[in-house]
């Protein structure tokens, strides 16, 4: 949610509003757990932090958490490999637990 959203990004340094922004609506069904999104039609930039974490992971940076991000974020932090964020997700919770110790 917003909280975990707004320490990533403090992590990260990216703008801290507690929201993934600009983010392709195609994607919102398969992904119930991400709840502090901005879904757009059509995304002009992407989200200063996907890229972030896109960067870590790492992934195409392109701002946006389709399924291939989500899958190398999932390899990342050693979670199943599906390319989905379900509620609740396996990949959220090790997120916070990864972030608590930043």
């Known amino acids: 949610g917003p909280k975990t959203v707004r320490r990533l990004q403090e992590i990260f340094g990216t703008p801290v509003d507690g929201v993934i922004s600009d983010q392709y609506i195609m994607y919102r069904d398969d992904n119930p757990g991400l709840v502090a999104v901005e ?17 870590m992971v790492p992934a195409d940076i392109d701002g946006v958490i389709g399924p291939d991000t989500i899958r190398r974020m999932q390899a990342y932090f050693g979670t199943p490999m599906d390319g989905c964020i379900s509620g609740p997700s396996a990949l959220i919770m090790a997120v916070q637990n990864w972030a608590n110790t930043k």
């Open 39 to 55: 879904w757009v039609r059509e995304p002009q930039y992407g989200s200063a932090l996907v890229r972030a974490l896109q960067e």
